[in-house]
Nanobody, 123 residues
Framework: VQVVESVGGLVQAGGSLRLSCLAS????????MGWFRQAPVKEREFVAA????????YYADSVKGRFTISRDNAENAVYLQMNSLKPEDTAVYYC?????????????????WGRGTQVTVSS
């Protein structure tokens, strides 16, 4: 099983960025999928999750209304559209797959993780 995030980038505050995540070796439609992030000297935190069918989504309060998670099961892909970015969104972003959960905000429910991609928001 391999989970790979797209390259992040540097963006100015107020800007937008879209992250992609491609999974191989699994049928993504049977997995709950999520995005987490880890800022320097901070613990990894939940960002967004999407159910197997894509019908249900859940967001951390800090990103609600600004970020949108979506998935394309035909492409084995998950996306994170990030708008109105803030400097505090700067972090390494991780895509993860949860084979035993329809949708979860808990990192231990996710068995497969990407290596992460850096997102930097300048003020």
């Amino acid at each position: 099983v391999q989970v790979v995030e797209s390259v992040g980038g540097l963006v100015q505050a107020g800007g937008s960025l879209r992250l992609s995540c491609l999974a191989s070796g699994v049928i993504v439609s049977t997995f709950g999928m999520g995005w987490f992030r880890q800022a320097p000297v901070k613990e990894r935190e939940f960002v967004a999750a999407i159910s197997r069918s894509g019908t249900n989504t859940y967001y951390a309060d800090s990103v609600k209304g600004r970020f949108t998670i979506s998935r394309d099961n035909a492409e084995n892909a998950v996306y994170l559209q990030m708008n109105s970015l803030k400097p505090e969104d700067t972090a390494v972003y991780y895509c993860a797959a949860a084979p035993r959960s329809i949708m979860s905000t808990i990192s231990r429910d996710y068995d497969y993780w990407g290596r992460g991609t850096q997102v930097t928001v300048s003020s």
